[in-house]
């Protein structure tokens, strides 16, 4: 069971960024797929949103609009779309796999390595 994160980097103020989540071992269609991301200093933050108006819990409201996250089950891939970024966006964003019910960080067993965001103004 392995998630592999690509696509960080830096970007400047209002640029948009699309990170990508490689899954195997395992079906993403099988599990409760998210993003988290975690700033030096800061407490781990859920950063999925599937819509504008997603509500759960990991769908953090100050990235509510901005960040949208898809899933392609053909290429077992999780996407994390993130536009008009921030200076306070600047984190390591994880890409984390849960069962069925997972909510808040600790109830998702799986974990990539991270990727590096950092917003520049």
């Known amino acids: 069971v392995q998630l592999v994160e690509s696509g960080g980097g830096v970007v400047q103020v209002g640029g948009s960024l699309r990170l990508s989540c490689a899954a195997s071992?395992?079906?993403?269609?099988?599990?409760?797929m998210a993003w988290f991301r975690q700033a030096p200093g800061k407490e781990r933050e859920g950063v999925s949103c599937?819509?504008?108006?997603?509500?759960?819990?990991y769908c953090a409201h100050s990235v509510r609009g901005r960040f949208i996250t898809s899933l392609d089950s053909a290429k077992n891939t999780v996407y994390l779309q993130m536009n008009r970024l921030k200076p306070e966006d600047t984190a390591v964003y994880y890409c984390v796999r849960g069962h069925l019910g997972a909510a808040v960080w600790s109830e998702f067993d799986t974990w990539g390595q991270g990727t590096q965001v950092t917003v520049s103004s």
């Open positions: 071992g395992f079906h993403i269609d099988d599990y409760v």
């Open positions: 599937m819509n504008t108006y997603d509500d759960a819990p």
